[in-house]
């Protein structure tokens, strides 16, 4: 794989998407929430956003989360896989969405880029790490305004990891760490690579987080209907058939889902950032009116008095 195609890649997943003091990244047990969780109220459903990976195309989940703002729905907890672990971090530190943008927009590639000639020319990612720190002002995951969660994949065994605590940039480093593009992240003698391999839009972290409705927004590719013709092209057709796949799954058992129209946008089209987080935009403003029957739904199931054991 020639690294000077993904040269570009790390400032996307820096800007839209431990080493540091707080310690290293760590993993959550199975059905654990963070020690953030807050209690649910009566009929107030908690509301989790579930942000997928898709490099370039992940411009497009700043979009999203200003029409959210914009219809008074802010969310409860936040997921997000590989560039999505960026935007939820960044969103789950306190920032709104014109923030984002405005960070996206003055980001300095030469903060974020570490490619290293003697892993083959992979990219480090130490500087993300450190940029996506000082962004959360050095907060860890359990300490961020929201609770958040970023995925990861475990290399040895391919199970999924869910980073709930601990260092920030470090676990958004390990989301991010796409295979091919970046050093894999080890973290507690285990190592650790994007999120996409096995949670391409992480709806089922956020349901651990303890959010009863999840709007997940599926920015993954989608195969382009046409035979690649070269080696490079089919192996990078085949996954994403495969995490087609894996996205399908997980998605069902989202409440709603926002698909932007970023297909268009590819992995490292940096300058396509405006499209991309207008279609965010105008997916999230026609998913609206369901996000707010689903509330309502959930609001009013939530009131009733329990049934009777017969």
Request: hydrophobic share 45%.
């Amino acid at each position: 794989m020639n690294p000077r195609r993904f040269r570009h890649l790390l400032p996307l997943l820096a800007a839209t998407l431990l080493t540091g003091c707080f310690g290293g990244a760590e993993t959550a047990r199975p059905n654990e929430r963070p020690d953030t969780a807050v209690p649910v109220l009566a009929a107030k459903p908690r509301i989790g956003l579930a942000l997928g990976g898709g490099a370039a195309k992940g411009f497009a989940h700043i979009g999203v989360i200003k029409m959210l703002e914009a219809s008074g729905i802010h969310p409860d907890v936040v997921s997000g896989t590989s560039a999505g672990s960026v935007v939820g971090a960044l969103y789950a530190s306190g920032m709104d969405a014109f923030q984002l943008q405005e960070t996206a927009f003055a980001l300095d590639e030469a903060a974020v880029r570490d490619v290293r000639i003697f892993s083959g020319g992979l990219v480090q990612g130490q500087k993300l790490q450190d940029y996506v720190n000082q962004l959360v002002k050095q907060q860890p995951i359990e300490k961020l305004h929201t609770p958040f969660a970023a995925v990861a994949t475990v290399l040895e065994n391919g199970e999924r990891a869910v980073f709930i605590r601990g260092n920030t940039g470090q676990a958004v480093r390990a989301s991010s760490s796409i295979p091919g593009v970046f050093e894999p992240v080890e973290i507690n003698g285990k190592h650790f690579v994007d999120g996409g391999v096995v949670s391409p839009v992480p709806v089922d972290a956020a349901r651990q987080l303890g959010a009863d409705i999840v709007i997940a927004v599926d920015i993954s590719a989608r195969p382009d209907g046409q035979n690649p013709g070269n080696m490079v092209g089919i192996v990078g057709q085949s996954i994403t058939i495969m995490g087609r796949k894996l996205a399908e799954q997980e998605l069902g058992r989202a409440d709603v889902v926002i698909r932007p129209k970023v297909g268009q946008i590819g992995p490292t089209d940096f300058d396509q950032k405006n499209v991309a987080i207008l279609e965010g935009e105008r997916a999230a403003l026609a998913a609206i009116p369901a996000i707010r029957a689903k509330i309502a739904e959930k609001a009013a199931a939530m009131g009733k008095p329990p049934v009777p054991a017969k």
